[in-house]
């Protein structure tokens, strides 16, 4: 579209900043620019041992960090940075529960913020984002998949597949969508009256990204498919300030408008050695591609967030 030729410059590729073993899927998912370090922060996909690793790419200077966070955070996925803190979904183990952990950017001291439901461990929490226009609080969302049992490395779960919202603050933990297949990525439009929710289940064919109206108490309504996967399928969600949606699929990052058009695609087929972009994040004009043992920027021709 010639929406999506202003944005990608012909003449601009991604470039490779970091790249590890095959079997070091380092830049797998999160996705989060930190203002305070000026660095995106990421975590890793399943390694050979246990994985604790959460990552930071300053923008500045494109250098890599292994991250020494103070209580480590087991098998690590979502990442989002809200209010100087840094949100880490925790998957947990078969013997650690899984968790949301808040971060300090500074200190790299972390906290559980919660880990269980009316004392039903989490499944494993994949992705989290933020509201603070909806009935005038602030509510964490995250997606609570069973994906960490159906690898291999958490226990069996307690309750179905579920999206939860949390009051930050009174505590509350509530369930709002619970019909989702496995939820995944979890994004608001700018204005947070529209929420995104990715249905992704390689084995049953699911690939399709839902929205949700908001009723004034803030919970989901009138489900409608936003967009449905051409390959592969729909994993991280972020929108810009244009309100497109942009979506780590399995061809690369697709760009649609708000109302699901496709606009194009940032091939990701070269990227790793398996094709797969997890997610990514957005910070002015630069997109930070995790490609699993490949971590790419890529430089825009327009500032998009």
């Known amino acids: 579209s010639t929406e999506f030729k202003s944005l990608i410059d012909s003449n601009t590729t991604p470039k490779l900043i970091e790249q590890q073993p095959v079997s070091i899927p380092f830049a797998h998912e999160g996705g989060a620019y930190v203002p305070e370090t000026n660095e995106v922060w990421f975590s890793a996909n399943q390694l050979p041992q246990q994985n604790t690793n959460v990552s930071s790419i300053n923008l500045t200077t494109n250098e890599v960090t292994l991250l020494n966070i103070n209580n480590p955070i087991n098998t690590p996925n979502g990442i989002k940075y809200f209010n100087s803190l840094v949100y880490v979904c925790s998957q947990g183990t078969k013997t650690i529960p899984a968790a949301i952990y808040a971060v300090n950017p500074t200190t790299l001291v972390s906290k559980v913020i919660v880990n269980s439901w009316f004392g039903y461990r989490l499944n494993s929490p994949n992705d989290v984002t933020f509201s603070t226009k909806i009935s005038g609080k602030t509510f964490m969302w995250f997606t609570d998949p069973q994906v960490a049992y159906q690898q291999g490395f958490a226990g069996v779960p307690e309750y179905q597949n579920t999206v939860f919202r949390y009051d930050m603050l009174t505590g509350e933990l509530r369930p709002v969508i619970t019909d989702l297949i496995t939820p995944n990525g ?120």
């Open 186 to 305: 979890i994004a608001f439009n700018q204005e947070e009256t529209v929420l995104y929710v990715s249905d992704t289940t390689p084995t049953s064919d699911i690939a399709i990204v839902y929205a949700y109206d908001l009723t004034k108490d803030g919970l989901p309504m009138n489900r409608r498919i936003f967009s449905v996967s051409s390959y592969g399928i729909p994993d991280g969600i972020k929108v810009d300030k244009y309100d497109r949606v942009w979506t780590a699929e399995g061809d690369g990052i697709n760009v649609r408008n708000s109302y699901g058009t496709l606009l194009g695609v940032i091939l990701g087929y070269n990227l790793s050695s398996n094709g797969l972009i997890s997610n990514f994040e957005l910070k002015d004009n630069t997109v930070i591609i995790l490609a699993q043992e490949k971590l790419w920027r890529l430089d825009l021709a327009q500032n998009v967030l």
